[in-house]
């Protein structure tokens, strides 16, 4: 069960109708450019890019991407709009978005994370057991954080023998609890 690409901290931050594909970290240089955390499983996608939304505390202001650059493993990023240092320190902690739309479509059985989280997971039979708050990325598979439910937080890995189906539409997730999972004495 795959939930990438990697979309972390910004994930909950966007409008409904964006996704973050960065979040402003600092500024670079004396030009206006800024340096970017991607927010995306695949950075060079910022190559594509020809405009992004910025996006705090529920305002957006449209930027047109005008040069990238990667560093590390970061974006650097010019906008036409911003010029200088003090222009680009305004955009520091914000996000830069997508449109939905605009999302690459992911492989059968792929899902962002963003479109995980919040799905209320059932087991087997039907049962609520909770709803994903958040995903830990663990190296070998993402670990859905489940609370809310009859056991309390579950650490629920992401693995097709687990998850046996997701529905969008409806909001759920129904999964097949592996043994000694939860306690069957709750």
Same mark, same amino acid.
């Given at each position: 069960?795959?939930?990438?690409?990697?979309?972390?901290?910004?994930?909950?931050?966007?409008?409904?109708?964006?996704?973050?594909?960065?979040?402003?970290?600092?500024?670079?240089?004396?030009?206006?450019?800024?340096?970017?955390?991607?927010?995306?499983?695949?950075?060079?996608?910022?190559?594509?890019?020809?405009?992004?939304?910025?996006?705090?505390?529920?305002?957006?202001?449209?930027?047109?991407?005008?040069?990238?650059?990667?560093?590390?493993?970061?974006?650097?990023?010019?906008?036409?709009?911003?010029?200088?240092?003090?222009?680009?320190?305004?955009?520091?902690?914000?996000?830069?978005?997508?449109?939905?739309?605009?999302?690459?479509? &992911? #492989?059968? !059985?792929?899902?962002?994370?963003?479109?995980?989280? @919040? +799905?209320?997971?059932? =087991?087997?039979?039907?049962?609520?057991?909770?709803?994903?708050?958040?995903?830990?990325?663990?190296?070998?598979?993402?670990?859905?954080?489940?609370?809310?439910?009859?056991?309390?937080?579950?650490?629920?890995?992401?693995?097709?023998?687990?998850?046996?189906?997701?529905? &969008? #539409?409806? !909001?759920?997730?129904?999964?097949?609890?592996?043994? @000694? +999972?939860?306690?069957? =004495?709750?």
């Amino acid at each position: 069960m795959s939930s990438t690409p990697r979309q972390t901290r910004g994930r909950a931050n966007p409008p409904a109708d964006l996704a973050a594909v960065g979040e402003v970290l600092t500024t670079q240089g004396n030009k206006g450019e800024v340096k970017v955390r991607p927010l995306t499983g695949d950075p060079q996608r910022w190559s594509e890019l020809t405009r992004v939304f910025f996006c705090r505390a529920g305002a957006r202001e449209e930027l047109t991407v005008e040069q990238v650059r990667f560093f590390r493993q970061f974006v650097v990023v010019k906008f036409k709009e911003i010029n200088d240092m003090t222009q680009a320190e305004k955009l520091r902690g914000g996000f830069l978005c997508i449109p939905l739309a605009e999302r690459r479509p &992911l #492989p059968e !059985g792929s899902y962002y994370l963003d479109q995980i989280l @919040g +799905l209320s997971v059932l =087991d087997e039979t039907g049962a609520f057991l909770g709803k994903i708050e958040d995903i830990l990325a663990t190296g070998a598979n993402d670990v859905y954080v489940v609370r809310g439910g009859p056991h309390g937080e579950i650490l629920l890995p992401a693995l097709k023998s687990v998850v046996l189906a997701v529905d &969008l #539409p409806a !909001g759920t997730m129904k999964v097949r609890l592996p043994a @000694g +999972l939860v306690d069957e =004495d709750d």
